[in-house]
């Protein structure tokens, strides 16, 4: 069974910076293409950031691609997310979510992954 944890949230001062995390178990995690989400409420979840197998590109939201750095670190089953200068926008519950197929060509797309996190609360403070 895949899982998928998330950790990393919280409430972060407008201009901060923060740092999301989620750990895989029950699979390979150097087979997974990986991905962050996240929904605030009233809207619909947004692909924020993939990283596929390998690590070796990545793709962002047009709203956060100067501000995010996504990794993954295959020894430790943990992909990441660096967020800097975030502002109330970024405030939302951010998901993980992996998949063991290719993403190639549709990696912010939710129906892409299989398996999700549970997410991990942001709150921005003025």
């Known amino acids: 069974q895949v899982q998928l944890v998330e950790s990393g949230g919280g409430s972060v001062q407008a201009g901060g910076s923060l740092t999301l995390s989620c750990e895989v178990s029950?699979?390979?995690?150097?087979?997974?293409?990986m991905a962050w989400f996240r929904q605030a409420p009233g809207k619909e979840r947004e692909g924020v950031a993939a990283i596929p197998t390998g690590g070796f590109s990545t793709e962002y939201a047009d709203s956060v691609k100067d501000r995010c750095t996504i990794s993954r670190d295959d020894a430790k089953n943990t992909m990441y997310l660096r967020m800097n200068s975030v502002n109330p926008e970024d405030g939302a519950m951010y998901y993980c979510?992996?998949?063991?197929?290719?993403?190639?060509?549709?990696?912010?797309?939710?129906?892409?992954?299989?398996?999700w996190g549970q997410g991990t609360q942001v709150t921005i403070s003025s």
């Open positions: 979510a992996a998949s063991s197929r290719s993403t190639w060509g549709r990696r912010l797309a939710e129906y892409t992954y299989m398996y």
């Open positions: 029950g699979y390979d995690f150097s087979g997974l293409s």
